[in-house]
Protein backbone atom coordinates (compact mmCIF):
# COMPACT_ATOMS: atom_id res chain seq x y z
CA UNK A 1 0.00 0.00 0.00
CA UNK A 2 1.00 3.29 -0.87
CA UNK A 3 2.55 5.49 2.21
CA UNK A 4 2.71 8.82 0.21
CA UNK A 5 -0.04 9.67 -1.36
CA UNK A 6 -0.20 12.41 -4.20
CA UNK A 7 -3.39 14.03 -5.76
CA UNK A 8 -4.01 14.26 -8.67
CA UNK A 9 -1.69 12.16 -10.55
CA UNK A 10 -1.87 14.69 -13.58
CA UNK A 11 -3.40 18.51 -13.19
CA UNK A 12 -3.75 20.47 -16.19
CA UNK A 13 -3.89 24.31 -15.44
CA UNK A 14 -4.24 27.59 -17.55
CA UNK A 15 -1.50 29.95 -17.73
CA UNK A 16 -1.96 32.03 -14.22
CA UNK A 17 -4.69 30.05 -12.85
CA UNK A 18 -3.91 29.21 -9.33
CA UNK A 19 -3.36 25.17 -8.50
CA UNK A 20 -3.13 23.21 -5.37
CA UNK A 21 -1.35 19.73 -4.87
CA UNK A 22 -1.89 17.39 -2.56
CA UNK A 23 0.50 15.14 -0.48
CA UNK A 24 -0.45 12.93 2.98
CA UNK A 25 1.56 10.23 4.46
CA UNK A 26 0.59 6.92 6.32
CA UNK A 27 4.19 6.91 7.87
CA UNK A 28 4.15 9.49 10.65
CA UNK A 29 7.24 11.07 9.56
CA UNK A 30 7.99 14.57 10.99
CA UNK A 31 9.54 15.72 7.50
CA UNK A 32 7.70 16.53 4.38
CA UNK A 33 9.28 17.50 1.73
CA UNK A 34 7.96 19.29 -1.88
CA UNK A 35 10.16 18.42 -4.84
CA UNK A 36 10.37 20.35 -8.46
CA UNK A 37 11.78 17.66 -10.95
CA UNK A 38 12.18 18.67 -14.89
CA UNK A 39 13.03 16.46 -17.62
CA UNK A 40 16.12 14.72 -17.38
CA UNK A 41 17.35 17.10 -13.99
CA UNK A 42 17.52 16.17 -10.71
CA UNK A 43 14.73 16.58 -8.16
CA UNK A 44 14.99 19.91 -6.92
CA UNK A 45 13.95 21.02 -3.71
CA UNK A 46 11.41 23.43 -2.77
CA UNK A 47 10.64 23.96 0.84
CA UNK A 48 10.21 21.05 3.73
CA UNK A 49 8.41 21.31 7.03
CA UNK A 50 10.13 19.82 10.09
CA UNK A 51 6.87 19.40 12.00
CA UNK A 52 4.93 22.42 11.83
CA UNK A 53 7.93 24.05 10.72
CA UNK A 54 8.25 26.04 7.53
CA UNK A 55 11.83 25.67 5.57
CA UNK A 56 11.88 27.70 2.73
CA UNK A 57 15.13 26.89 0.02
CA UNK A 58 16.19 30.31 -1.00
CA UNK A 59 16.05 30.05 -4.67
CA UNK A 60 12.30 29.21 -4.53
CA UNK A 61 9.94 31.99 -6.45
CA UNK A 62 7.38 33.27 -3.95
CA UNK A 63 5.03 31.96 -6.62
CA UNK A 64 5.47 29.00 -4.40
CA UNK A 65 3.66 28.38 -0.78
CA UNK A 66 3.02 25.53 0.94
CA UNK A 67 0.38 24.44 3.68
CA UNK A 68 0.96 22.00 6.62
CA UNK A 69 -2.49 21.47 8.34
CA UNK A 70 -1.22 18.49 10.84
CA UNK A 71 1.05 15.40 10.63
CA UNK A 72 -0.28 13.79 7.48
CA UNK A 73 -1.19 16.03 4.91
CA UNK A 74 0.97 18.95 3.03
CA UNK A 75 0.11 21.24 0.32
CA UNK A 76 2.12 22.72 -2.75
CA UNK A 77 0.10 26.18 -3.95
CA UNK A 78 1.08 27.24 -6.90
CA UNK A 79 -0.27 30.92 -6.91
CA UNK A 80 0.34 32.43 -10.80
CA UNK A 81 1.75 29.15 -12.75
CA UNK A 82 3.82 29.89 -15.64
CA UNK A 83 4.90 28.22 -18.25
CA UNK A 84 8.07 27.39 -16.98
CA UNK A 85 6.45 25.80 -13.77
CA UNK A 86 5.18 22.89 -15.79
CA UNK A 87 6.79 19.72 -14.28
CA UNK A 88 6.64 16.81 -11.96
CA UNK A 89 6.11 17.66 -8.44
CA UNK A 90 7.12 15.58 -5.93
CA UNK A 91 6.21 14.85 -2.37
CA UNK A 92 8.55 13.07 -0.09
CA UNK A 93 8.67 12.31 3.95
CA UNK A 94 11.49 11.24 6.48
CA UNK A 95 11.37 10.24 9.53
CA UNK A 96 13.66 13.06 11.05
CA UNK A 97 16.16 15.23 9.31
CA UNK A 98 20.22 15.34 9.81
CA UNK A 99 23.26 13.28 9.50
CA UNK A 100 22.02 10.36 11.05
CA UNK A 101 21.38 7.63 7.58
CA UNK A 102 18.71 5.95 8.79
CA UNK A 103 16.67 8.32 9.78
CA UNK A 104 16.43 10.93 6.64
CA UNK A 105 16.43 8.34 4.52
CA UNK A 106 13.28 10.34 2.43
CA UNK A 107 10.15 8.38 0.76
CA UNK A 108 8.54 9.81 -2.32
CA UNK A 109 4.96 10.14 -3.16
CA UNK A 110 4.36 9.36 -7.08
CA UNK A 111 4.36 12.68 -7.93
CA UNK A 112 2.06 15.08 -9.31
CA UNK A 113 2.62 15.65 -13.18
CA UNK A 114 1.89 19.86 -14.15
CA UNK A 115 0.93 20.75 -17.19
CA UNK A 116 0.31 24.51 -17.95
CA UNK A 117 -1.59 25.80 -20.85
CA UNK B 1 31.99 22.30 -9.02
CA UNK B 2 28.67 20.59 -8.27
CA UNK B 3 27.55 19.39 -5.26
CA UNK B 4 26.90 15.91 -6.52
CA UNK B 5 28.47 14.40 -9.85
CA UNK B 6 27.67 11.84 -12.00
CA UNK B 7 28.02 10.35 -15.21
CA UNK B 8 24.77 10.81 -17.27
CA UNK B 9 24.99 8.19 -19.56
CA UNK B 10 23.36 6.17 -21.10
CA UNK B 11 25.03 2.90 -19.97
CA UNK B 12 23.78 0.73 -22.34
CA UNK B 13 24.65 -3.47 -21.54
CA UNK B 14 23.89 -6.69 -22.30
CA UNK B 15 21.69 -8.40 -20.21
CA UNK B 16 24.30 -10.34 -17.76
CA UNK B 17 26.69 -7.87 -17.81
CA UNK B 18 28.34 -6.23 -14.79
CA UNK B 19 27.93 -2.70 -14.66
CA UNK B 20 29.36 0.26 -12.60
CA UNK B 21 28.24 4.00 -11.72
CA UNK B 22 30.29 6.17 -10.24
CA UNK B 23 29.56 9.41 -8.19
CA UNK B 24 31.54 12.22 -6.18
CA UNK B 25 30.70 15.16 -4.03
CA UNK B 26 31.73 18.04 -3.04
CA UNK B 27 30.95 18.53 0.99
CA UNK B 28 33.82 16.81 2.39
CA UNK B 29 31.62 16.86 5.81
CA UNK B 30 28.88 14.79 4.36
CA UNK B 31 27.29 12.10 6.52
CA UNK B 32 24.77 9.97 4.71
CA UNK B 33 24.92 8.32 1.49
CA UNK B 34 21.95 6.76 -0.80
CA UNK B 35 21.52 5.40 -4.25
CA UNK B 36 17.45 5.64 -5.30
CA UNK B 37 16.59 4.71 -8.64
CA UNK B 38 13.81 6.44 -10.54
CA UNK B 39 12.18 4.41 -13.79
CA UNK B 40 10.88 6.72 -16.31
CA UNK B 41 8.03 9.31 -15.12
CA UNK B 42 7.97 7.69 -12.51
CA UNK B 43 9.16 8.71 -8.30
CA UNK B 44 12.60 7.99 -6.46
CA UNK B 45 12.84 4.63 -4.92
CA UNK B 46 15.37 3.96 -2.14
CA UNK B 47 17.70 0.98 -4.10
CA UNK B 48 20.32 1.33 -0.66
CA UNK B 49 22.20 3.44 1.93
CA UNK B 50 25.77 3.62 1.41
CA UNK B 51 28.05 2.85 4.40
CA UNK B 52 31.94 3.39 5.10
CA UNK B 53 32.55 -0.50 4.84
CA UNK B 54 30.40 -0.87 2.13
CA UNK B 55 27.62 -2.82 1.58
CA UNK B 56 25.23 -5.50 -0.62
CA UNK B 57 22.44 -6.26 -1.84
CA UNK B 58 22.15 -9.05 -3.63
CA UNK B 59 23.36 -8.13 -6.94
CA UNK B 60 23.79 -4.55 -5.79
CA UNK B 61 27.29 -3.44 -4.24
CA UNK B 62 27.80 -0.07 -2.84
CA UNK B 63 30.99 1.49 -2.18
CA UNK B 64 32.08 4.80 -0.03
CA UNK B 65 35.79 6.17 -0.29
CA UNK B 66 35.18 9.43 1.94
CA UNK B 67 39.11 10.21 1.02
CA UNK B 68 38.35 10.96 -2.42
CA UNK B 69 34.16 11.93 -1.73
CA UNK B 70 34.09 9.31 -3.86
CA UNK B 71 30.69 6.65 -3.99
CA UNK B 72 30.31 3.38 -6.83
CA UNK B 73 27.43 1.29 -7.38
CA UNK B 74 27.68 -1.84 -9.20
CA UNK B 75 25.61 -4.01 -10.54
CA UNK B 76 26.06 -7.61 -11.83
CA UNK B 77 24.20 -9.83 -13.35
CA UNK B 78 22.17 -7.41 -15.18
CA UNK B 79 18.83 -7.86 -15.73
CA UNK B 80 16.25 -6.00 -18.24
CA UNK B 81 14.13 -5.05 -15.22
CA UNK B 82 17.45 -2.95 -14.08
CA UNK B 83 16.79 -0.53 -16.91
CA UNK B 84 16.26 2.89 -15.05
CA UNK B 85 18.44 6.09 -14.15
CA UNK B 86 19.77 5.71 -10.50
CA UNK B 87 20.50 8.71 -8.53
CA UNK B 88 23.58 9.43 -6.07
CA UNK B 89 22.36 11.31 -3.19
CA UNK B 90 23.97 13.02 -0.18
CA UNK B 91 23.18 15.09 2.57
CA UNK B 92 24.05 18.62 2.91
CA UNK B 93 25.65 19.04 6.50
CA UNK B 94 24.41 23.02 7.47
CA UNK B 95 21.38 22.52 5.04
CA UNK B 96 19.44 20.91 8.22
CA UNK B 97 20.21 17.46 6.46
CA UNK B 98 18.78 17.90 3.11
CA UNK B 99 19.61 15.50 0.47
CA UNK B 100 21.18 16.47 -2.44
CA UNK B 101 20.62 14.36 -5.55
CA UNK B 102 22.52 14.11 -8.52
CA UNK B 103 20.71 13.98 -12.12
CA UNK B 104 21.48 10.59 -12.09
CA UNK B 105 22.66 7.88 -14.59
CA UNK B 106 20.44 6.46 -17.14
CA UNK B 107 21.51 2.35 -17.83
CA UNK B 108 19.88 0.61 -20.59
CA UNK B 109 20.02 -3.00 -20.14
CA UNK B 110 19.54 -4.89 -23.84
CA UNK B 111 18.17 -8.49 -24.49
Known amino acids: DAMVIQNPRYQVTQFGKPVTLSCSQT?????MYWYQQKSSQAPKLLFH???????NEADTPDNFQSRRPNTSFCFLDIRSPGLGDAAMYLC????????????????FGAGTRLSVL | RKEVEQDPGPFNVPEGATVAFNCTYS??????FFWYRQDCRKEPKLLMS???SGNEDGRFTAQLNRASQYISLLIRDSKLSDSATYLC????????????FGKGTKLSVKP
Open chain 1, 49 to 55: YYDKDFN
Open chain 2, 50 to 52: VYS
Open chain 1, 27 to 31: LNHNV
Open chain 2, 27 to 32: NSASQS
Open chain 2, 89 to 100: VVNLIGSQGNLI
Open chain 1, 92 to 107: ATSRDRGPETAKNIQY
